[in-house]
């Protein structure tokens, strides 16, 4: 009944009552003789036909102008709750409605409670540091930033500890070894990796035992990072950015910056910035290397 107006069921109905064949109604009207043999089979047997149904079960608690209400109390205040919602609802309802139809309805407007978005907490100071950042180096070119050394340290797990991983099975295999997924106390070993590379060349990577320290890191800028320096810019124009971790502003590190700021330059890095580095793309293909060997 779905294919067929309301116009044209009044027209089956119409020829239907004189007793006309299926055939000839079908002829006459120009539709499909399912559509007809539907109409007739309901008129016969109930009297009425299916097009009646469509304003049968209970009529709807809330209205399109109540939904059009609610969805702009849901997007004036993303962090309220359904019960918040129907409460405030309720107030204008002497029939009150229930939480769930308060749902039914947010949803039908294809809003949907899901988990907040996490994102670096960005302070009006933090905003201000940043736009005179971007001020500052608006005028750099693609061939200023490719003599930028970008440096950056990334934690592994090796057993994964978080997220859904998902494999094909019948419920009998449940517990075969290649349905299941390992996994040991405390997360399991992890290998921290620091690394610094430019476009030119990628540079050296440490995997220290430990958490690195500002001695340690003192360390790798002196033996590491300045040897690849004189390796693969020996005009002195290098650009050297650090990642903003805390041990940066530890005085040690801040002197050993000064001594070689003949041969590399110290590229400020402004706090809760977002993540310009290179290697970014580095750490997303090795994590996934990492995660697809099995067993971890």
Not at 69 to 86: C, E, M, Y
Not at 104 to 131: F, G, W, Y
Not at 159 to 164: A, H, Q, R
Not at 252 to 272: G, K, M, N, R, V
């Amino acid at each position: 009944m779905g294919d067929l107006s309301d116009f044209q069921g009044e027209q089956i109905v119409g020829v239907c009552l004189p007793g006309t064949y299926v055939t000839k109604m079908v002829t006459l009207l120009g539709v499909f003789r399912a559509a007809v043999s539907t109409v007739t089979t309901e008129l016969a047997n109930h009297g009425m036909t299916s097009r009646a149904k469509r304003n049968s079960g209970q009529k709807p608690r809330l209205s399109v102008r109540d939904g059009h209400t609610l969805k702009t109390n849901v997007s004036k205040n993303h962090r309220t709750t359904a019960a918040n919602v129907q409460a405030e609802l309720n107030i204008h309802f002497e029939d009150h409605v229930s939480t769930k139809t308060v749902q039914q309805q947010i949803h039908k407007s294809t809003i949907h409670n899901t988990a907040a978005t996490a994102t670096p907490l960005v302070t009006e100071n933090n905003a201000k540091i940043r736009k005179r950042w971007c001020d500052d180096h608006n005028s750099w070119t693609s061939d200023v930033w490719k003599y930028v050394v970008g440096s950056d340290k990334s934690f592994f797990t090796l057993f994964p500890t978080s997220g859904w991983v998902y494999d094909w099975r019948i419920p009998k295999e449940t517990y075969k070894p290649e349905c299941l997924l390992p996994n040991v106390k405390h997360g399991g070993r992890s290998v921290i990796i620091w690394e610094a590379t430019s476009w030119y060349s990628a540079g050296p990577k440490i995997t220290p035992n430990v958490q690195i320290t500002a001695s340690d890191y003192v360390d790798i800028f002196g033996n590491w990072v300045h040897h690849m320096v004189k390796m693969s810019f020996p005009n002195n124009d290098t650009i050297f950015q650090d990642y903003n971790w805390l041990i940066h502003t530890a005085k040690s590190i801040q002197s050993c910056f000064e001594e070689h700021e003949d041969a590399l330059q110290h590229l400020p890095w402004p706090a809760q910035s977002p993540n310009l580095n290179i290697i970014e793309q580095q750490w997303a293909g090795l994590e996934s290397r990492v995660r697809s060997r099995f067993p971890p």
